[in-house]
């Protein structure tokens, strides 16, 4: 036993996304979404990273999203696994495109509806709280092709009737929301984060701060009217979280440090306080960026979100002479490798230390409860003769992490719940690839989309339980 003590209303529970496990990509009357247009394979991440100007399906690509692991047909058997560990909060997220195929429609398809709330029912069954993020990573195509996706101002329009759509129709299911998953994304992987491609010679950033502004307006609105549909409602934005260290302490690597949490931050200091912060200015004029508004919209930023939460893998780091040359892009975000930190063998870094570093600055800055709604490691597991896998490496990864996050909450952090990240394994968003698993569960399927697609409990399945039942107590 340790000396970790949790709150009793902590939520421990994992999380998943509709386009990284769902599959059925056209069932039910779904539309194409952003995620569906993204290969396995060497033309993936100039697709993701919006560095082709247009997209469409080519038969000879394999697309991961197609069938995932098919969580649409399996999620009793899924949801019950999840019970079986306990879970206290499920966090996933509602495919747009099931609700709007298209996303500019008027009216809601009954049969994208009729899922989600056949999946929320089966959580509440056992007494599992949905946790829903509006917009994991997946924009209806046809805004893509049609509108430009987010650098057009009538995305507003269209999220927001699709947000009031969710907190209606899910009155009494669901009460915690997260709008956009990984806002800050944006920057890095345009087409993954807000379907965004671009025209030769176009001024990237100006393209990409005015989609920002209208994700930020778009997400106040759906924060104001989710309080207004149910005042029950709690919702929260998210950041793909994770200190920028400075390389050394050299007051330029400093600086540029700072800098580098600003460009993440700049997001959650809208989404938390109201407004733009005042270095957004400095940054717009350096970039060029004339960004496009109506009075209304600074209105509309006042609402702001109840909660800060956030996925934390890696911390960051950062230099004055950082370049192409020396920095990697663990989960897109580019950075220079931290010599004291050992890595994952997709080259992120492990560093709880940097959790509970960045809890501190989080809360610090917003003083509004964080929720931590990803962790993990990726790792390729391997089952053994007689198919149990023991990843003995994420439980010592999870258990670390914990503890930081313990600590966090002890030097004054108010945590709301924790759930690690790909819960049941799922297809991973940077690479495509299914052997980058983060579960407590394991799915047969492997890169190519072989595979019976049979769950098998991992070693940590057991060991999460454990977690859970002992509320944090016992991480042995
Ligand atoms: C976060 C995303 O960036 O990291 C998830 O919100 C993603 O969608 C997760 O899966 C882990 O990244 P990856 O590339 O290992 O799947």
């Known amino acids: 036993m340790s000396d970790t003590e949790f709150p009793n209303d902590f939520l421990w529970g994992g999380a998943i996304a509709a386009n990284q496990s769902e599959g059925a990509h056209l069932a039910g009357g779904k539309g194409l979404t952003t995620v569906d247009m993204i290969p396995y394979g060497a033309n993936r991440m100039p697709i993701k990273l919006g560095q082709v100007p247009h997209v469409e399906l080519d038969p000879d690509e394999f697309y991961p999203s197609h069938n995932a692991i098919d969580f649409y047909h399996r999620y009793k058997e899924d949801i019950a ?51 829903v993020t509006l917009c994991h990573f997946d ?16 995305m507003i329009t269209f999220f927001s009737r699709y947000a009031r759509t969710c907190f209606e129709h899910y009155k009494g299911l669901v009460k915690n929301w997260l709008t956009f998953n990984e806002i800050n994304i944006l920057l890095a992987s345009p087409f993954s984060g807000a379907g965004l491609l671009f025209q030769e010679g176009e001024n990237h950033d100006q393209v990409k701060y005015q989609a920002a502004h209208h994700e930020l307006v778009a997400s106040a609105l759906a924060t104001q009217i989710a309080h207004e549909v149910d005042e029950n409602n709690q919702v929260g934005c998210m950041l793909a979280g994770g200190n920028f260290y400075p390389y ?13 949490d600003r460009e993440n931050l700049f997001f959650i200091d809208v989404q938390a306080r109201g407004y733009y912060p005042s270095y957004a200015q400095k940054v717009f004029a350096d970039k060029g960026v004339e960004l496009v508004t109506e009075p209304q919209d600074f209105e509309i930023l006042k609402h702001t979100v109840d909660f800060i939460s956030f996925s934390y893998y890696a911390s960051r780091c950062a230099s004055a002479g950082m ?43 917003y003083q509004k409860p964080l929720f931590l709604v990803e962790n993990g490691l990726g790792a390729k597991d391997t089952p053994d003769e007689n198919g149990h896998i023991n990843d003995q490496y994420r439980i ?64 940590s399945f057991y060991w999460y339980k454990k977690v859970i039942a002992s509320n944090g107590k016992d991480l042995s």
């Open 81 to 131: 696994l999840l019970a079986e560990m306990g879970f206290k909060v499920f966090r996933l997220s509602i495919a747009w495109s099931r609700i709007f195929p298209k996303g500019d429609e008027l009216e809601p398809n009954q049969q994208g509806l009729d899922f989600y709330r056949s999946v929320f029912e089966e959580c509440k069954k056992y007494g599992i709280e949905p946790l």
């Open 139 to 154: 924009v209806p195509m046809h805004l893509v092709n049609e509108y430009g996706s987010w650098r057009n101002r009538k």
């Open 248 to 260: 050394s302490c050299k007051p330029e690597d400093v600086f540029t440090a700072m800098e580098k």
């Open 323 to 365: 370049n192409e040359g020396n920095t990697s892009a663990a989960n897109v975000v580019k950075s220079i490798k931290n010599p004291h930190l050992p890595a994952s063998d997709w080259g992120w870094v492990i560093d709880p230390l940097g959790l509970r570093i960045t809890m501190n600055t989080l809360y610090d800055r």
């Open 396 to 459: 010592d990864y999870l258990r670390e992490h914990i503890i930081a996050m313990h600590q966090a909450m002890e030097d004054g952090v108010p945590l709301m719940g924790y759930t690690p990240w790909g819960c049941i394994d799922l297809v991973a968003a940077s690479t495509g690839e299914m052997s980058k698993r983060y579960g407590f569960v394991y799915v047969d399927r492997d890169d190519k989309g072989k595979g019976s697609l049979a769950r098998t409990p991992k070693q």
